[in-house]
């Protein structure tokens, strides 16, 4: 009885519910016709592989193929772009009249669908199964079909354009680029050559490939400034005994005049003439002028000999001194006493034979010298002496060389580190150089790679098509939502009228109400003038029915799909 009754009390109220859901389900048909079509189309873009192993030729770009589209699609979604298509095409004129250019840039980009298209790959490399991008779809949505596939084949082109020119750029880039560090590289290297030819030449006696043949040559040059320095001492030597010999031997021979008696010199002539005075002295008186001439001539002698003593004796010391000098080198270095004091006693004989006033006198009488011994003891001395200056300056010059080997050699240590430093520099930078310049070769044919179009490169396999079918609405799922949700409105808005309905219907108001059941009901008597209005009703909403109905199928066929598309379609699907 409750569920009986439960359904009555429904159905009484069956007008309120097919008004509510009548309403509600007009709506959705309404909204679900009236909603604007979305058209989407797009392209399908395949990444495809170098054609030149990459064994063989190595491609400058190295990043893998979905970050490169995701780069590719920054540069292409910049507001210069989508602003040029905006403006083009006349997108989006209600936004943008009435929106800022960021909400107008933040819709073009949500029309804009970018998928990548990814495959199970084996890695060449490692032999490992991954995931690699192979191709990608770019696709673009508007309520107009015409403008969709517009904007499609302008984003694809862009796609293509963009992936061409920055692959192409990177490649000259990456060439510039080893271009101007093989240009630096260049410089360095000049620069350095330069310095180390200025080093080279600055240091020329010192460079270590020297090294061996300064040692061998200053060993050299110190045995023959020992032999000159023992040639100078034999020489001082000889010329200590000629001068000796020298010292005793008359310069003149024995004269004699045309009575046969000799013609004697000054010391014998002073000696006779000493011994005629004794004997004058003896027979004649102080004052007599054969004493007087006598003792005047010996007084002239005297002189004369004496001069000529002084003078032989300073040579001889001189002599001697320089021989001692020479001995003392030989054995001491020159800052030994012996040889400070030995050289001071040189120099002062030296100066003071200078100063003898019969240094003429003795000269021309040793250029007057007839006694053949004389003159030939005297001819060795003076070639002794012209030797002995000889070995002096052979010495000297052996000296000066070997202390120019002497600091070539101790130059040669800082020398050939600095050297070798320089010359490491430079081998680096030309090593570095021709990895460059190799590497410069590599990125040329890259390049080329590039330019030929013979590297990784992007083909349209898919172009955008005319849409004929909108992506959205949905209008059945609509229209189904929303029967769905008529009926459920439709039962509640029964349901509350129900509830809230203060008229007693039926046996469970009247228990409710008085707690006792009822005895007998009285069925609804429906009167004549009740059953046409009925009747006037149903036609009513039949007419009404097919009213909407004929509408639905005239928007359908207006702002969806025509009838003969949506029929041939239908007959095409289910094989009709």
Avoid: C
């Avoid at 009555?8 to 069956?14: C, G, M, P, S, V």
Wanted: aromatic letters at 6%.
């Amino acid at each position: 009885m409750d569920l009986r009754e439960r359904f009555q009390a429904y159905w009484r109220l069956k007008r309120t519910f097919f008004t509510v859901s009548g309403v509600l389900a007009s709506l959705t048909i309404a909204i679900a016709v009236m909603w604007p079509p979305t058209y989407r189309t797009g392209s399908t873009i395949l990444i495809e592989q170098q054609e030149i192993p990459q064994e063989l030729v190595r491609s400058a770009i190295s990043s893998f193929a979905d970050q490169r589209v995701q780069v590719i699609s920054q540069r292409v979604m910049t507001t210069q772009n989508l602003m040029s298509l905006i403006e083009r095409y006349n997108l989006y004129p209600d936004i943008r009249e009435s929106k800022p250019r960021e909400v107008l840039l933040q819709k073009m980009r949500s029309d804009i669908s970018l998928k990548m298209i990814s495959a199970d790959v084996i890695d060449p490399r490692s032999g490992r199964p991954t995931q690699a991008t192979i191709a990608f779809s770019i696709s673009y949505q508007n309520r107009s079909p015409e403008l969709t596939l517009k904007v499609a084949n302008e984003l694809t082109t862009l796609y293509l354009n963009e992936n061409l020119s920055s692959r192409t750029q990177m490649a000259e880039q990456t060439t510039a680029f080893f271009s101007e560090e093989a240009a630096k590289q260049e410089v360095r290297i000049a620069e350095l050559d330069k310095k180390l030819a200025e080093y080279k030449q600055k240091h020329q006696n010192s460079l270590p490939e020297l090294s061996q043949l300064n040692l061998q040559v200053s060993d050299r040059t110190g045995l023959e400034l020992r032999d000159a320095e023992n040639r100078i001492a034999a020489i001082d030597s000889q010329q200590v005994l000629l001068r000796a010999q020298l010292a005793q031997l008359n310069p003149t021979s024995q004269v004699y005049s045309d009575t046969g008696q000799r013609v004697m010199g000054v010391e014998d002539r002073l000696k006779s003439l000493k011994s005629e005075l004794a004997g004058y002295k003896a027979r004649y008186a102080p004052g007599h002028p054969d004493i007087i001439n006598t003792e005047r001539e010996i007084a002239g002698l005297e002189k004369e000999a004496k001069e000529h003593d002084d003078t032989s004796d300073i040579a001889r010391r001189l002599s001697e001194a320089k021989a001692q000098l020479a001995r003392a080198q030989e054995k001491y270095t020159p800052d030994h006493p012996d040889v400070i004091r030995l050289t001071h006693l040189v120099g002062e004989l030296q100066t003071e034979m200078a100063a003898q006033p019969s240094a003429g006198t003795a000269q021309k009488v040793q250029s007057h010298a007839d006694n053949p011994v004389y003159i030939q003891v005297k001819g060795q001395l003076d070639a002794l002496s012209v030797e002995r200056e000889s070995a002096e300056k052979k010495r000297d010059e052996l000296s000066a060389k070997l202390d120019d080997f002497e600091r070539r050699l101790a130059l040669a240590p800082a020398v050939e580190r600095d050297y070798r430093e320089l010359a490491r520099d430079l081998e680096n930078a030309q090593l570095k150089y021709q990895q460059i310049r190799a590497k410069q070769g590599d990125v040329q044919v890259s390049e080329n790679l590039e330019t030929a179009r013979k590297g990784e490169r992007f083909t349209m396999i898919e172009p955008p098509l005319p849409p004929e079918k909108p992506v959205s609405p949905n209008r059945i799922l609509i229209m189904a939502m929303g029967f769905v949700l008529s009926l459920g409105l439709g039962l509640g808005a029964a349901a509350v009228r129900d509830l809230f309905d203060p008229s007693v219907r039926g046996f469970r108001d009247v228990r409710q109400l008085l707690s006792v059941p009822p005895l007998a009901a009285i069925p609804t008597i429906v009167t004549a003038a009740e059953q046409r209005t009925r009747k006037r009703r149903a036609r009513y909403s039949w007419a009404g029915s097919f009213a909407i109905l004929i509408a639905g199928v005239s928007m359908v066929h207006l702002f969806v799909r025509p009838l003969d598309v949506l029929w041939i379609t239908f007959t095409r699907r289910f094989g009709m």
